[in-house]
């Protein structure tokens, strides 16, 4: 409610009588302070004989209760002189006090005077009790008392009832609001230099962010407070929340059609992620660089359905041209790549839907989007791993310290780690720590075993959130309230927060940084080296896809081939081992005796050898020279045998006699000589190898 409504709604309100403000006074206050309170009040109603009139005055005249305001002074001694008896109004005779006046002046809440709240009609007992109860949730006794002063003496004097417990979700959502409203007087009216005036010598570097955050701040901890007590059942806003994907998502001069169309999306897009913040996060940084190029290069452009073909390759062009902000080189392709795709999901979508104002037509095509080189799973060596661990367990903040063990021993993802629930943590029945890792990615919860040191790094935070006692707040994924591990002051703490920062220090600390400076360790290779590490110790595919929440087993089927003993053994033979016993046979086995294949050649098999096996050896031809056009297997130049394939070359013989048999029977002469030189081929293959064939059946 504004300054202005609450005139048009006290127009018939009086001032309270200086006998009965004197006789309150005299009861409730010091008197030490009465005689001066009363000197104020009888200045105030000077001034201002009609209340409805002081309500409708400018801000700064009502506040500093003269025309001419001068910086740091007022003609009562003070600019908070007068809060008094405005609290005994709002407080006692119900009049409420609107925002605008509690956020401009330096607020002096009905909470600072020690005699007066009781004459007040606020229960001091209950508000003592709020402060330790929100101490309890990981504030200091102090920071909470103030907190609780500043947003609850704000709330309750503009209901003008001083009954705490009254307070609703839709006080704070007011007060919430209000605070926006005045933010942004404050950048772009002349109120700023008013609020400036009104702090005197103390007016820090930014005024306004730092009234933003002070007033977001301490009604968070109100709110968090009367959401714990269950007074109100709206959450306290924390990460991840609709509105603050799109308030600063697009420049302030994007046209009205456009800015409605992508705040549409994103908020749908939200919802249909199961709140997924990584994912909203790619949609909203694709869709404002489209946007913020747009208002660059093309500010004609208010409607996204007068999008062409040609903007969309003027825009990807320029997109080309772009770097990073964080290391000054031009976009990496994977960058480029999401960024595509997901203006051309967007596109897709919103056209598939039927919406309006939108393209409505194909703007990327595939061809747009950039190829990526596909790379194999970057592993932690396990030197590299043994000292960066070190250094991780001496990192003194518990929450950090505990992130990255479960990440070493669990292969979770960040997103993972970071919302563990409070009852995740249980024993197999011989006793071993089981993890339960909530519905990430995959969209499906599941439990792994979990190395003894994660689990005594979580123990200690699991205890001290059962002492905490927070109320769970409601999880889109799993659609009920979740009491989270990983929390302070009753929100879940960031990602940078408890990976990036404590990497860095942890690297910094083991010696694991480049030459700029920055870690060579993120916390997704720890999934990495889980998956290796399964793989390489013989795990099953279903296993590897059961730790680390595949959907599907192309991203395990990565580890295992690339650390499948079998292949691995193969290999040996074949490449590493030629000259320690291991008999090869077949036209490319003197090449590989004589060294005789240039080094990409040897490079690509070494991690390509899986792809190279036939059902009676392995064919050496490379990518580059093209598909093999021939069916000559056992005399191609190519191709390479050894000794674990004279099972099959032994049962191949005994195929080629029985067809060579068959063909004299049918007088197929032809076709009875050409088993028996495939027949000869192999007896001779055997005999490279030092293998006897098998008997002739007679």
């Not at 003496?153 to 503009?158: E, K, T």
């Not at 007068?306 to 902000?325: P, V």
Request: proline residues 6%; aromatic residues 8%; hydrophobic residues 40%.
């Amino acid at each position: 409610m504004t300054a202005v409504e609450l005139a048009t709604e006290l127009a018939a309100v009086q001032h309270v009588d200086r006998a009965t403000y004197r006789k309150w006074l005299w009861i409730n206050t010091t008197p030490g302070s009465r005689y001066s309170r009363l000197a104020h009040y009888d200045e105030f109603i000077a001034r201002w004989p009609q209340l409805s009139e002081w309500f409708a005055a400018p801000l700064a005249q009502r506040t500093f209760d003269v025309d001419e305001p001068v910086a740091g002074q007022h003609p009562h001694g003070g600019a908070n002189v007068i809060m008094p008896y405005l609290s005994y109004l709002s407080l006692v005779h119900g009049i409420g006090l609107d925002y605008d006046l509690l956020f401009a002046r330096t607020f002096a809440g009905p909470f600072t005077d020690s005699a007066a709240p009781t004459g007040l009609g606020i229960d001091l007992g209950l508000f003592d009790s709020h402060v330790n109860r929100l101490a309890q949730l990981g504030y200091t006794a102090d920071g909470a008392k103030t907190d609780l002063k500043s947003a609850l003496g704000r709330l309750i004097l503009h209901r003008g009832d001083p009954d705490l417990a009254a307070i609703t979700a839709a006080d704070i959502k007011e007060m919430r609001c209000a605070g926006d409203v005045f933010t942004e007087r404050l950048r772009y009216e002349p109120i700023r230099e008013f609020y400036s005036r009104s702090r005197g010598n103390r007016l820090p570097a930014d005024p306004v962010e730092t009234f933003r955050r002070s007033v977001a701040t301490r009604l968070n901890a109100a709110h968090l407070l009367l959401f714990t007590i269950g007074q109100v059942n709206t959450e306290p806003p924390g990460r991840i929340d609709a509105g603050s994907w799109t308030a600063h998502l697009t420049p302030v001069k994007t046209p009205p059609l456009i800015r409605a169309v992508v705040d549409r999306y994103l908020k749908l897009h939200l919802e249909a992620s199961l709140g997924r913040e990584q994912s909203v996060r790619h949609f909203r940084d694709a869709l404002r660089r489209l946007v913020l190029w747009l208002c660059e290069a093309h500010p004609e452009v208010e409607n996204l359905d007068q999008l062409t073909r040609e903007h969309a390759e003027e825009f990807l062009r320029w997109l080309g041209e772009q770097t990073s902000q964080q290391t000054g080189l031009p976009l990496a392709v994977s960058t480029r790549r999401s960024i595509v795709t997901l203006l051309a999901r967007f596109v897709s979508d919103t056209a598939s839907w039927g919406w309006e104002d939108v393209p409505g037509r194909v703007l990327f095509a595939r061809g747009d989007i950039p190829r990526i080189t596909k790379t194999v799973p970057r592993f932690i060596p396990d030197h590299e791993l043994a000292a960066l661990m070190n250094a991780v367990e001496q990192l003194p903040d518990p929450y950090q310290r505990a992130a990255l063990i479960v990440a070493r021993w669990s292969g979770a993802r960040r997103d993972e780690i970071r919302r563990l629930a409070l009852d995740c943590l249980d024993t197999y029945p011989d006793g071993h720590p089981r993890l339960r890792i909530p519905v990430g990615k995959g969209y499906s919860e599941r439990s792994i075993p979990l190395h003894p040191d994660a689990a005594a790094a979580l123990q200690p935070l699991i205890e001290l959130a059962h002492n905490r006692g927070a109320r769970g707040r409601y999880d889109i994924s799993v659609g009920r309230a979740v009491e989270h591990i990983f929390t302070y002051r009753g929100r879940l703490l960031s990602p940078g927060f408890l990976f990036d920062l404590s990497l860095k220090a942890a690297c910094t600390a083991a010696g694991m940084v480049d030459s700029q400076g920055r870690p060579t360790v993120s916390a997704h290779r720890f999934r990495h080296t889980i998956g290796t590490q399964l793989a390489e110790g013989g795990a099953r595919l279903q296993t590897i896809m059961a730790v680390l929440g595949h959907r599907t087993p192309h991203m395990s089927l990565i580890y295992s081939s690339l650390s499948d003993p079998i292949v691995k053994q193969q290999y040996q033979d074949a490449l590493d081992r030629h000259l320690d016993g291991v008999v090869l046979a077949g036209p490319a086995a003197q090449a590989l005796r004589e060294h005789r294949l240039e080094p990409e050649a040897v490079s690509w098999l070494q991690t390509n050898f899986l792809k190279t096996e036939l059902e009676l050896g392995h064919c050496l031809r490379l990518p580059q020279e093209g598909p093999c056009e021939c069916d000559l297997v056992l005399t191609c130049s190519k191709f390479l045998t050894t000794s674990d394939y004279a099972p099959r070359l032994r049962t191949r013989l005994v195929t080629e006699r029985t067809l060579i048999a068959d063909a004299v029977e049918r007088g197929w002469d032809k076709e009875a000589e050409r088993h028996e030189r495939t027949v000869d081929r192999i007896t001779g293959l055997l005999a490279d190898l030092g293998q006897e064939p098998e008997p002739i059946q007679r």
